[in-house]
């Protein structure tokens, strides 16, 4: 069975190894040189590997790509890029993807890559879900409350008193995950198979993670996340120096 690819790229010159390594019988390819082609595909097709060719646009516009991007999907996404700077490695870190390549790039580093991900995310049978989705474990309808932080599950909404969060899919989708099994202990490879779909893999991923909601979320006197280093995170509704 073929595994669905979506490549989208911006320039008409596509990175020469990219295109070799893409050309295997067991990889079918929608090609997209446009965005509102690529959004098409994106939402009525169920691609298990979304590969981004693209020039070195503005960070802004570089961002909100990956944003887009990641909204419509949780297929893994690899991009190759003519710049992989610090600045972009951050966005796709926050936006959970997962490789950031300097164009033009070795054939065979194109195919580790590739495989890796490809094995990660399955086929295109059994894509990730669309982002804003809940995992199989998470409960509709619910609304976890740890004052001042209101987490409402039903609507995907997160507040601090009257005070709106705004969290990525992905962020939303770890901080529920912790929340909905407070004062446990929630080991780093549940925590990737349920937010990223993956057997094992960097914890790194999920250090970034709960990185940012600790910014978003936590006060320099309390914190709702514990590290437990080298097991996983805890959620403490209650911690030390709350108010």
């Known amino acids: 069975m073929q595994s669905l690819v979506l490549l989208y790229h911006d320039s008409p010159r596509l990175d020469a190894a990219l295109v070799a390594t893409l050309l295997r019988p067991d990889l079918h390819v929608n090609v997209a040189a446009q965005l509102d082609t690529l959004r098409r595909h994106l939402y009525t097709s169920r691609p298990a590997l979304v590969v981004l060719d693209i020039t070195a646009p503005d960070l802004g516009s570089f961002a909100a790509l990956c944003r887009e991007v990641r909204r419509a999907t949780q297929a893994p996404v690899l991009v190759v890029c003519l710049d992989a700077g610090e600045k972009r490695q951050a966005i796709c870190r926050n936006e959970g993807i997962v490789c950031l390549l300097v164009s033009p790039v070795a054939e065979a580093i194109i195919e580790t890559q590739l495989e890796a991900l490809r094995l990660r995310g399955g086929d295109q049978n059994n894509a990730h879900p669309v982002a804003g989705r809940q995992p199989s474990t998470l409960r509709f309808g619910e609304a976890i409350t740890a004052e001042p932080l209101i987490i409402d599950l039903a609507d995907e909404h997160v507040r601090i008193g009257e005070r709106a969060v705004d969290l990525t899919p992905l962020e939303y989708r770890v901080l529920a995950l912790l929340a909905q099994q407070a004062g446990q202990v929630v080991p780093y490879r549940q925590i990737l198979q349920e937010v990223w779909g993956w057997d094992g893999g960097d914890h790194s991923y999920v250090h ?19 590290n437990v280093s080298g097991v996983g995170y805890r959620f403490d509704p209650h911690p030390p120096g709350q108010p």
Not at 214 to 221: D, Y
Request: proline share 5%.
């Open 208 to 226: 970034g993670y709960v990185s940012a909601l600790r910014r978003k979320l936590c006060t320099p006197n309390a914190c709702y996340f514990r």
